[in-house]
């Protein structure tokens, strides 16, 4: 068996050369009156983080929450006046399909045809060509966009969106901050405000891991999960499913591993965050799935586990429609399924029709069902199974007879990976960076969508949200920010920015997590992010930073 996923001499070493060289080629060490001089754990980084105009002021403050762990807020720049509210027009759709539905982005010909027509109802329309930083294999020029006016407030411009409805087209005020559309100019100025953890293996006695709740299929806030287990700190986690048409809600929409038993499957090969609690080291992984039941030489191929068969959040399964790759915020559908159940999914599995097996503690059929949706027994599993599947399910599965279940998670060379009850794996994307340097896959991990004009990209990657995002430094410390988002003064970050950041907190290896209205952190039993929608939002899981075992235990 080769060594445990998340303690890879080669990885490690990997990182420390990288970051080595990154710090050499700065040349710039951390600002003595940044931290203060008694946290000694804060992460080697750049003096200031590389986010807007270089002299932009940046204040950091820093508190020990024990022994190994650092919480720095970095509060950049002011709210600037060359930001302003505008209205963000629909383009209607260039495609012949009457249905196609408009968009915020569209051709050239298209966005000047839609601003001319504003104009002739009396709209001061302007079209912008919406150019993205180049990652790794996206970006480039997107599209053209167009919006009317410029407003100090937002409720100064309702009347111009009432007029650009009247004239037949959707639109909605969008503030100028929140664009990720350079690196210069207005969009260098503004206020962001970020929070950071920093966990150091050497110093942490405690336990870093990976929280559902209760149940799978259901939905806490950070700051619940966070107080169930009494943690120092948390922070939201990997992505979920968030409408119950899409799945069982509050069911991760990826790869998820709590207590070392696997839970759910991975979207593809697409990047998680790798957690050993027992030696508190991180590392980011691209991980597949093995599943299969098997009794005797009869194999059957277990296409998930722990989520409502058929629906499939995120894509990236054999034989999904309308792609087997990776597709973010995209439900596929599968009606032939084979997926396996936990008693942590939940009180009862999903109804509906197809069939249901029992299995006991031991691996036996207990029970075969016509039709799904029962308790798991305490100690057993269940397998549920729809379309063709049913059949070659009734065929294998007779009461009494032993099945083996197998749910490995694999490597990229394929190897099954070792977990003990510490191991905790958090699904996100994209990947941000790679042995030390930038290698941001947006187009691998899902996030660019054919044939929707470049809007989810626009709107996903390009445009500033609030950002959840983590990652392991050259000294084996993990590191994971918070960025809050969608308000005035508190920008947000676009993917790019997101990495930039990251690499400037001296992170080598780093992976954004969910984010937007998922965005919190909990510190000291207290949210210190600020939600974009105004409250804080139940999530699918957190990572929790617990505390150590007192000497008396």
Not at 93 to 121: G, I, K, N, V, Y
Not at 123 to 134: I, K, L, Y
Not at 231 to 244: M, Q, R, W
Request: charged share 20%; net charge negative.
């Amino acid at each position: 068996m080769s060594a445990p996923f998340w303690n890879s001499p080669r990885l490690y070493a990997a990182c420390a050369v990288a970051a080595a060289a990154a710090l050499i080629a700065t040349g710039v060490p951390a600002s003595a009156d940044t931290v203060p001089a008694a946290v000694s754990a804060a992460p080697a980084q750049s003096s200031h983080l590389d986010l807007g105009a270089p002299d932009l002021p940046e204040t950091r403050t820093a508190a020990q929450l024990a022994p190994g762990v650092t919480r720095t807020s970095i509060t950049r720049g002011a709210p600037s006046a060359s930001l302003f509210w505008t209205a963000e027009v629909a383009i209607p759709s260039d495609s012949p399909d009457p249905d196609a539905p408009a968009a915020a982005l569209s051709s050239q010909a298209a966005a000047e045809r839609t601003a001319d027509r504003l104009r002739a109802a009396g709209v001061e329309a302007r079209v912008e060509s919406v150019d993205s930083p180049q990652l790794a294999d996206a970006g480039g020029q997107l599209g053209y966009r167009v919006r009317a006016g410029n407003f100090a407030a937002k409720a100064d411009g309702a009347a111009l969106v009432a007029q650009i409805k009247a004239a037949g087209y959707a639109s909605s005020l969008v503030y100028t901050g929140w664009d990720g559309d350079s690196a210069s100019g207005d969009n260098s100025h503004g206020q962001w405000k970020l929070e950071v953890l920093t966990i150091d293996p050497r110093e942490y006695t405690g336990q870093l891991s990976a929280s559902f709740g209760p149940d799978l299929q259901g939905r806490e806030t950070v700051s619940a999960l966070a107080q169930a287990e009494g943690a120092l700190a948390g922070v939201n986690g990997g992505f979920f499913t968030f409408d119950p048409k899409a799945g069982a809600e509050g069911d991760p929409a990826g790869v998820g591993v709590y207590g070392g038993r696997t839970l759910s499957e991975p979207v593809g090969d697409r990047p998680a965050l790798v957690v050993d609690g027992q030696h508190n080291r991180t590392s980011v992984e691209r991980l597949a799935w093995r599943g299969s039941v098997r009794a005797g030489d009869d194999e059957l191929v277990l296409d998930g586990i722990d989520r409502v068969p058929g629906l499939i959040r995120n894509c990236g399964g054999t034989g999904d429609r309308p792609t087997s790759l990776p597709l973010h915020d995209v439900t596929c559908t599968d009606s032939d399924e084979l997926v396996a159940f936990t008693p942590d999914f939940g009180p009862q599995t999903p109804a509906g029709d197809g069939l249901e097996v029992v299995l006991d503690g031991s691996g036996r059929v207990a029970e075969v069902h016509g039709h799904r949706g029962m308790a798991v027994p305490a100690g057993g599993r269940t397998i549920q199974a729809t379309g063709s599947a049913a059949d070659q399910l009734r065929a294998l599965a007779h009461v009494g007879r032993q099945l083996q279940l197998s749910t490995d998670l694999v490597d990229g060379r394929g190897k099954a990976l070792t977990a003990d009850k510490s191991a905790s794996v958090v699904n996100g994307g994209p990947l941000l960076i790679q042995d030390g340097a930038e290698n941001i896959t947006a187009r691998r991990d899902g996030m660019v969508h054919a044939g929707d004009s470049n809007s989810f990209y626009y709107g996903w990657v390009h445009k500033r949200n609030p950002r959840t995002f983590a990652g392991v430094d050259a000294q084996g410390r993990t590191l994971i920010v918070t960025a809050d988002g969608r308000q005035t003064d508190r920008l947000g970050l676009s993917i790019k920015e997101t990495a930039d950041v990251a690499a400037s907190l001296g992170m080598v290896q780093a992976i954004n997590l969910d984010g937007g209205g998922s965005t919190a952190m909990v510190a000291d039993g207290a949210l210190v992010t600020s939600p974009s929608g105004g409250s804080e939002r139940a999530v699918g899981d957190a990572l929790l930073v617990l505390p150590g075992r007192k000497a008396t235990d």
